[in-house]
């Protein structure tokens, strides 16, 4: 069993940055696959953003070149940094891991871009 924490939202102005983190309960944190997911209101649960044991990482199109995602497996947390954050990227943030058939999710944490 895996818990996840996320932290780190807020309001934030057009332009701006935000990191967002995620700590996990667990002693084999370094071997899941971690990632962090989004929905607005009204729209379908967003793949942002994935991190692999390996250190490998892969994006969305959406948030390529602004939004990076990293860990710390000595802290048991993943992060994402989001910079050039905009109105569209206003949601609901969730961590997730990944390890073989087993997945868990965060409460989430909610990011509002606004001016």
């Known amino acids: 069993q895996v818990q996840l924490v996320e932290s780190g939202g807020g309001l934030v102005q057009p332009g701006g940055s935000l990191r967002l983190s995620c700590a996990a309960s667990?002693?084999?944190?370094?071997?899941?696959?971690m990632a962090w997911y989004r929905q607005a209101p009204g729209k379908q649960r967003e793949l942002l953003a994935v991190i692999a044991s390996s250190g490998s990482t892969n994006y969305a199109d959406s948030v390529k070149g602004r939004f990076t995602i990293f860990r710390d497996n000595a802290k048991n947390t993943v992060y994402l940094q989001m910079n050039s954050l905009k109105p569209e990227d206003t949601a609901v943030y969730y961590c997730?891991?990944?390890?073989?058939?087993?997945?868990?999710w965060g409460q989430g944490t909610q990011v509002a871009v606004s001016s």
């Open positions: 997730n891991a990944v390890l073989g058939w087993e997945a868990y």
């Open positions: 667990g002693s084999i944190f370094s071997q899941h696959t």
